[in-house]
């Protein structure tokens, strides 16, 4: 279940308190920076939310206004200007929420651009260029890393070292013949050599460059060169979808700030929680699960809604209606009815994941498996988040569920027995029941990828006596023999057979 949420590590050789890491930097703030800081605390103290945490959520709201000046006042103007206006933009957002740490990612960008320009389009450059992001990406998490969740430049460093990895994928498949690339990748391929403003543009573009979500510099090109738009040579129509995207984002912030006071991460390390009884222990876990994520949800929709409003968002034309779902990084009202932790994957983080699929699932085709390439991509995104050991933790256990759940689909699917009972009235009853150990076991791994640290997983999940592991892995014993009960010898062999 990938997730768009970086700015976690290791815990470094010295723990770094939040209060020292603060004094370090005051100094080195810029003015502007430090004129906010008192409204800023004012404010937090209000919403009873970390200051980070509240100059976040208003710079992903500022892009609505940026989106407005781009549509009013530079929607006709040259592309050099339109990218200094995106670059800009983006650097004040990062000087707003880090300081002066915003160099890290302005090294990134212009090392990455360096790299397309001399090395070309060679495997050389591709491999080049995974090495140096995610590296640089991963000291980072490691020299930053507390034992909590921060709200630091790694954060929007994430979404950054994805842009420009996969950044120099499509321009090493702009080399190739139109043959040898899938629709996919004819899509995104780059022909010509990005520019410098181009590249910075594209990495610093207010809609997606702190919690994403993922496009490509081809979308990014079309969106400067006007052709992101339901009208032709003008300013999109998108200001009542962008609208209702925000109204949906905020309606969901709304619901997680009422109810994420009541089921605090903390609340798992208190000896209150381990006093409860067993069955309230994992009703916490169901509740808590699924509060906790209507932050990434919030803030998702409503980055969506500023790509919309800009013209990133349009795709095209389906059954004679515009679609503005190019951006789209959840299906919420999937998310929300799914019964399926597949359906819930492919509802949450939809581009991200769309990314890890494209650049390193298919790209994996040369090995003949499935599985492994399946494994790698979820070793990848692990990585990826950080390096505590909850992350590991969390995507071995969606492995194990999500094959699981492959197996008792086939199994419903080649049962005449359990076919006709998912067709039949007990549905509702078979729904409620799926839907409650969906939910229970979908915040179930999100236990040790919020808690980071082994020492605070293995508590939690001690307290429940690792109920998700054994239930699973249970199924996954025991799913051999009840296809064997259920499925008629005749469906087995034709299965074999394919």
């Known amino acids: 279940m990938s997730r768009s949420r970086a700015g976690h590590g290791t815990q470094p050789l010295k723990k770094r308190s939040h209060e020292s890491s603060a004094n370090r930097c005051e100094d080195t703030f810029p003015p502007t920076r430090k004129m906010a800081a008192p409204l800023l605390e004012k404010l ?8 980070p945490a509240v100059r976040l959520l208003l710079s992903i709201l500022i892009g609505y206004p940026f989106a407005l000046v781009y549509r009013w006042f530079l929607f006709y103007q040259p592309a050099p200007v339109i990218h200094l206006f995106h670059i800009f933009s983006g650097l004040a957002l990062a000087a707003f929420n880090f300081g002066p740490q ?3 990612s302005v090294i990134c960008v212009f090392v990455q651009f360096l790299m397309l320009r001399l090395m070309g389009r060679t495997v050389t450059a591709v491999l080049s260029s995974f090495t140096f992001q995610m590296v640089y990406l991963l000291l980072g998490y490691y020299y930053t890393a507390t034992e909590e969740y921060d709200i630091k430049w790694t954060m929007p460093h994430c979404v950054l070292t994805l842009k420009l990895i996969g950044l120099s994928f499509d321009f090493y498949d702009g080399g190739k013949e139109a043959p040898q690339l899938s629709e996919e990748q004819k899509k995104s391929a780059l022909t010509s050599v990005p520019s410098l403003l181009e590249v910075f543009g594209f990495s610093y ?100 809604g500023v790509c919309i409003l800009s013209g990133l968002g349009y795709n095209g034309v389906v059954d004679g209606k515009h679609q503005w779902d190019a951006c789209a990084n959840m299906k919420v009202w999937l998310f929300e009815t799914t019964p399926l932790f597949g359906g819930t994957i492919a509802s949450f983080n939809i581009n991200t994941n769309a990314w890890a699929a494209r650049h390193v699932f298919k790209r994996l085709k040369f090995l003949g498996n499935k599985t492994t390439s399946h494994v790698a991509t979820l070793f990848f995104l692990t990585i990826w988040h950080g390096l505590h050991s909850g992350y590991i933790l969390c995507f071995t256990m969606e ?22 009972m998912v067709n039949s009235h007990l549905y509702p009853i078979i729904y409620v029941v799926q839907q409650f150990i969906h939910w229970l076991f979908m915040g179930y791994p999100l236990v040790p990828f919020c808690l980071f640290t082994y020492d605070k997983w293995l508590k939690v999940y001690s307290s429940v006596y690792f109920c998700g592991h054994l239930f699973f892995l249970v199924a996954y014993l025991v799913m051999p023999f009840l296809r064997k009960a259920l499925v008629p010898k005749k469906e087995r062999s034709e299965k074999k057979q394919h």
């Open 102 to 104: 915003l160099y890290h």
């Open 399 to 420: 492995f194990l569920i999500i094959t699981v759940e492959r197996q008792a689909q086939a199994l419903v699917r080649d049962s005449p027995m359990l076919t006709k």
């Open 205 to 304: 573009f207010y809609g997606g460059f702190l919690v994403g979500p993922q496009f490509t510099l081809r979308s990014y090109q079309s969106l400067v060169a006007r052709e992101l738009t339901d009208c032709p040579g003008k300013p999109p129509s998108s200001v009542i979808p962008a609208m209702k995207r925000f109204a949906l984002g905020f309606l969901c912030l709304v619901i997680y700030a009422i109810f994420s006071p009541s089921y605090p991460d903390s609340y798992y390390l208190t000896d209150e929680y381990e006093a409860q009884p067993f069955w309230y222990r994992c009703v916490f876990i169901l509740l808590w699960g699924k509060v906790i994520l209507y932050k990434y949800v919030s803030c998702w929709v409503i980055a969506e």
């Open 44 to 51: 937090s103290e209000s919403l009873g939310s970390p200051e």
